[in-house]
């Protein structure tokens, strides 16, 4: 009847009959949303945008409607449904803004996630009922989920019937989801929200909003929901519900940017459009078995690389809350290795990672750990293991009886937590120069040592010395500020070297960089922390000499001729004559008077073959005969007759 209905309507009305309703998260990019407008011919689309600036692409087909930024989607698809309440489309698609994925990628949001075979067009096709594809399932309680295996594996189901490309419900029935898991999404990120935004004394959790708000419909042990809730829905389905029950929902989502109460309607929403129907067939992925006691480890996250000597923090949660003494074991390739610790009523656990023994002390008897050891306390730390870089390692949480613990019982039977699996990496430390370490070389020797020392410890790194096969591990020092490096050396597997700075090295800031490979040929590096160098500075230069004290009064005195040339000494301008190689002149540069010694030695020098310096040069002559011009001192001391 609806597609009947649909097709008459689109036939008769120039307006679609189906509308696709987007919501904009406040980070989503343009480029995220350019594939909305090539559906715009396929039905109307309301954009509704919680962020960012109006799409400047979009035409006059897409309407965008600005909302305030609360309540993630399930505030948009609220808001759409109040507002338009009496005039809804015949068929109404919600979908997250940004372009949907296909498979599981994580819990994060902000795009519709299909499964695989299913696209947009299947929701807004008008000859076909409303589009609901249940993707994971939750616990009431929300401790445990499930996810649908082809969704998990990004792979299309095989058992669809022939012409299609999925079907809503799995044909493989309880085979077509994956086993109950911890649900850490739940345990880490809901539950801490929900105890964050709750108001104090009113009932929070996902049992209670559902009695609150679908009383008349009972909650199914397994909640089936679309993860990135998208769907398409009848008008008819959607007013099943006065238009106060929607407005008392956008109630619960419009006072936060991240409301808890969001999540729990992305779990609800078929059943708050379907509140009369079963979603699934019995007897399928709703009646699995649910564990009474979980266990979720948090940390070590999957796909972590951790180092030796870092302090790994070890975390889990558990349900019920207090499941007594919890054992901490440590997993390679999917065996048992070692019991790392034993601990009560504990949620998290700091791991010390060193490599444990080595060399002849790693035999049978103490690797892996002897689980059947009398002397085991709760809370030791055992090292009687060894650890190797680039195996696959994994963290069980277990709980145990007091009497279990110290023998053979081991986190191999449910229930159990692990973690996923993480790498551990050849590691190089470096622990000196400290971070602040001032190394001063403008001090004198010995006060200051012509060396600083640099000192690293390595796991898993270089053989030394290099003829062994195994390159040699360099020191570097780099400068801080401009990443260059300044001076390096080959080092050992020692752990410690004596490093001799240049003597120009500049001041500065400095870091030491040391480098190995492994015997599996993976290079890697340790970085001390930032420290100093100060280097000596060149003198100051010398000052300049005090001034010549000045002559006492009436004592004989000479100045460079330049002064004597530009004053005359009271005398007026010199008195320039020619001569045979150019102009001259000669005046007493003696204080009191002619200096009648001097002014004739100049004349007898000149005539003996010497030279007298003139103001624009020198004049030479053989004899005082040759001498062109007397001055009125060489007249006036009887030296020269001539005038």
Known sequence: MLALALVALAAGDRRSPVELVLARGEGAEDEELNWIQGHS???????????????????GEVHEVPLTHVGQEAHTYLTHIVKNYDTLAEKTVFMPASKPVTGFSGFQRGAAS????????????????????????????????????SFMENAREQDVPKGRNFTACTASGQAGWSPLLPNKFGSSVLEPLMKA??????????????????????????????????????????LSHP?????????????????YQAYFLEYMWWYIFNSKATLCPAGRQNERKLYENTIAVLEPMSGADIKFGDVVPISWTTDPVNMGYMQIELWRFGNFETVLATMQTAKSWNWPVFPGHTGSDVNSANRPYDAHATNVNVGDYHTTYNLKPNDKY????????????????????????????????????????????????SQPQPATLPYFTVAFTSYYMMQYPAQQGYAAGRATLINAATGYAVSSVEVGNLGVLNYFPAPDTPTGQYVMEVSGTSESGVRTTGRSGVFSIITATSPPPA?????????????????????????????????SMGGSNGDYSTMSTYSGGDNCEYVCRVYRTVGTGGRRLLFGGLQYANSPQDVVGCTPAQVRCGCCARG
């Open 543 to 575: 000052p300049f000499p005090p001034p010549s004290p000045s002559p006492p009064p009436n004592a004989p005195f000479e100045l460079p001729i330049i002064k004597a040339f530009r004053s005359g000494f009271g005398l007026g301008s010199a008195t």
């Open 394 to 441: 994994t963290i069980r949480v277990c709980a145990v009886l007091t009497h279990h613990v110290g023998t053979g019982v081991h986190c191999d039977s449910d229930p159990y937590g692990e973690s996923g699996e993480f790498d551990i990496v050849p590691t190089i430390d470096v622990s000196s120069p400290a971070a602040g370490y001032v190394y001063d070389m």
């Open 243 to 259: 238009k106060s029950f929607y407005e008392n929902l956008l109630e619960e989502v419009s006072h936060d940017k991240n409301p």
């Open 197 to 238: 935004q709750a108001s104090k004394g009113t009932p929070f959790g996902m049992e209670a909003f559902w009695a609150k708000h679908l009383p008349d419909t009972p909650i199914p042990s397994m909640i089936m929901f679309a993860h990135g809730a998208a769907m398409s829905v009848a008008r008819d389905q959607i």
């Open 114 to 149: 299909f499964l695989p075979g299913v696209g947009v067009p299947d929701y807004l096709r008008q000859d076909t009922p409303p589009l609901f594809v249940p993707t994971m399932a939750v616990t009431a309680n929300l401790t445990q989920t499930s996810v649908r295996m």
């Open 41 to 59: 011919q396929d039905a109307r689309v309301t954009l509704y945008s919680k962020g960012g600036r109006p799409l400047q692409f979009l035409t």
